[in-house]
Nanobody, 118 residues
Framework: VQLQASGGGLVQAGGSLRLSCAAS????????MGWFRQAPGKEREFVAG????????KYADPVQGRFTLSRDNAKNTVHLQMNSLNPEDTAVYYC????????????WGQGTELTVSS
């Protein structure tokens, strides 16, 4: 499995950005696709996730109502639309896959960096 995260960049507070995670290597069915982030000096934290078929969307409390997951079946890609960004969202964002029946995420993308300026 290969995951390619993209879309990071520099944005002003209040702005928006969309991250993308393109997956390849196998079919994903009901696997869970998650977005995580790691800010400087902090531990990695869960941001959002859903099953690859679009079901079961979940968002961490800090991003609830601001971030939205979507998928593009034709491109085998999941997007994370991020609105109303604030400096606390600054981090490296990673996408990952948890296969059906697995207890944890086992494939990770390389990360894409988001910087939100105040």
């Amino acid at each position: 499995v290969q995951l390619q995260a993209s879309g990071g960049g520099l944005v002003q507070a209040g702005g928006s950005l969309r991250l993308s995670c393109a997956a390849s290597g196998r079919t994903f069915g009901s696997s869970v696709m998650g977005w995580f982030r790691q800010a400087p000096g902090k531990e990695r934290e869960f941001v959002a996730g859903m099953r690859w078929n679009g079901a079961g969307k979940k968002y961490a409390d800090p991003v609830q109502g601001r971030f939205t997951l979507s998928r593009d079946n034709a491109k085998n890609t999941v997007h994370l639309q991020m609105n109303s960004l604030n400096p606390e969202d600054t981090a490296v964002y990673y996408c990952a896959i948890q296969p059906v029946g697995a207890s944890d995420y086992d494939s990770w993308g390389q990360g894409t960096e988001l910087t939100v300026s105040s």
